[in-house]
């Protein structure tokens, strides 16, 4: 069983003042035992040929590139048919004999 826990982050404007509160909701996959529950890393990256596009795309459309920034969409993928997460609920919504079930991946696993 996985511990969970929130992340928040404030964000503001320059003056300082408030801008929005964030939250996520995340993993603590550091608690995660290799061959028991996981049998291999990787780390997703962008493929050359993509980036070689862009800047294609970029001189022939006349276009000022200012900052590229690469969604990680395996975020928020589907688990396997066979893979089951499960972990505490975190401080606030703990309930005696409950935990979660993971249908998607999370932030930090």
Request: one cysteine or more; glycine letters at 8%.
């Amino acid at each position: 069983m996985i511990d969970s826990i929130w992340a928040f982050k404030l964000k503001r404007y320059l003056d300082g003042t408030s801008n929005k509160f964030k939250a996520r909701f995340c993993a603590s996959g550091d608690q995660q035992l290799e061959g028991i529950d996981f049998f291999e890393t990787y780390a997703l990256v962008v493929q050359w040929t993509t980036v070689h596009l862009l800047l294609i795309l970029e001189v022939f459309l006349q276009l000022k590139l200012k900052q590229g920034d690469i969604t990680a969409t395996f975020l928020h993928s589907e688990l396997g048919v066979n893979e089951k997460v499960y972990f505490e609920m975190p401080l606030g919504f703990r309930k005696k004999g409950k935990v979660l079930c993971l249908k998607c991946t999370l932030y930090g696993l």
